[in-house]
């Protein structure tokens, strides 16, 4: 990882306002470096508070060379909010990462996972994901840096499918 992703993902863990954005630049550098720092930095702050475990399934797969299972994934897409804050993120697993950009799976108010009907009626569906139907998923130990409920509402109604 590059300083500028590192100074990046330092600053979202301060919960300070992102002032970079595409196509500016970052440390000087030029904007498609600053693409990739900011998509590093965000990355980076999001595994560590969510402790590289998926918030929906739990799973916590982290190798002595310190590779994680999960990925960070936007709330609210970045190309539609250019918004990097912690709140925005969460650490999903592949699986539960491409269900929850399918509108396959949400979370719900009260930080529940929720499952799409379409899982219980399509039989293309993976069957174990209903296991996962209105647990709470895993947050971040500090309540500041939980899902924004704004953006979860945002999810429910522009992705999630009924």
């Not at 900011?38 to 560590?48: P, Y």
């Not at 990097?84 to 396959?104: Q, V």
């Amino acid at each position: 990882m590059n300083i500028a992703a590192y100074q990046y993902s330092l600053d979202l863990l301060k919960a300070k306002e992102v002032r970079e954005r595409a196509g500016e630049w970052v440390n000087g550098q030029e904007p498609e470096v600053a693409a990739s720092a900011r998509n590093q930095g965000f990355r980076k702050a999001i595994v560590q508070l969510y402790d590289h475990q998926c918030a929906l399934c739990g799973i916590r797969i982290l190798t002595p060379e310190g590779h994680t299972v999960v990925e960070a994934a936007h709330i609210r897409p970045w190309n539609e909010s250019r918004d990097d804050r912690p709140t925005n993120g969460l650490a999903l697993c592949r699986l539960c990462h491409w269900s929850f950009d399918e509108g396959l799976t949400g979370v719900g108010q009260g930080y529940e996972v929720l499952v799409s009907k379409r899982v219980r009626t399509d039989q293309n569906m993976p069957g174990h994901m209903l296991t996962l139907a209105d647990r709470p998923i895993f947050r971040p130990n500090d309540q500041p840096f939980w899902p924004d409920q704004d953006n979860l509402s945002y999810h429910r109604r522009q992705t999630f499918k009924n």
